[in-house]
């Protein structure tokens, strides 16, 4: 195994970044930097990390130059990027930052992955740009690993379960087996994968649980201690793809498509050092403080 010392994190004050950068920080084992697009701005979160003992570097992602510059003695650099946030930008800064790795011999690229694992034959235009990257990363010659853990235990809205409204819009089959993992444990999954061996120039695929829509609803029925309204509609891939009215927006297609297509072929939650929190406990505290 190498030995790294030196860790960038991009996107560091994103939903996904700040808990990763977190959990190096709380790690202790590392020199932590996070990257910040210039110009320079006041940004709470990137204030909080600081005082945690990160280092704030700006950087201009679009000139080499610079980012060469900031990455000169780095070991690591783990994008938690947003193709959301980013659109069209989210695979050019992935590659700049790809190229300057490269130029100053960092050992290891961590993608912005963190999701489910999609490849060439099962892919929508929202994750094209993601398997795209990771196909040029992996065979750029610098080690890598890829992180993918499921759903976030925070995009549970975002799957169908509206918990103020206690509805549930099922996009897939309600028994069909996805995987969840909170925020916080995707990041001492990130942490540790540099400490595994088996994460060399690998696939790492990790979660909190594995459950079905249908369980999930459940739990949340049991923590609310009421009956919730389903709604489905199995037809909206369809109606979206053939133009049927109502056509369904590009975000009802994406969720279909997650959701039938969301599962891990299978898991590497046995290599780790920690048990990860259970989506049963994170909903029950959800539900007691909503």
Known sequence: MKTFKTVVIAGATGTLGYPITEAFLNDGSYKIKI????PESKNEKSELLASKGAEIVYVDYTQKGDLVKALKGTDVVISALSPKKMGGDFYSTQLSLLEAAKEVGVKRFIPSEFGGEYGPDIAH?????????????EKSGLE???IFN???????QYLGFDLKNKTVQFYADPNSKVQVTSLEDVGKYTVESLKLPEARNATIRVAGSTVTFNEILQMFEEATG???????????????RNKI????SIIDDFKVFICENGALSKLDND???FT???LVEYINTMVKNS
């Open 35 to 38: 990257f910040r697009k210039k």
């Open 125 to 137: 235009p929202f994750i094209e740009v993601k398997i795209k990257f990771r196909e040029v990363l």
């Open 144 to 146: 890598y690993t890829n």
């Open 150 to 156: 499921g759903f976030f235990f925070d995009c549970l």
């Open 226 to 240: 009421s009956k919730w309204k389903v709604i489905e509609d199995r037809e909206i891939r369809h109606r979206y």
């Open 245 to 248: 009215e109502p056509i369904p």
């Open 271 to 273: 290599k780790f050092s």
């Open 276 to 278: 990860p929190r259970s």
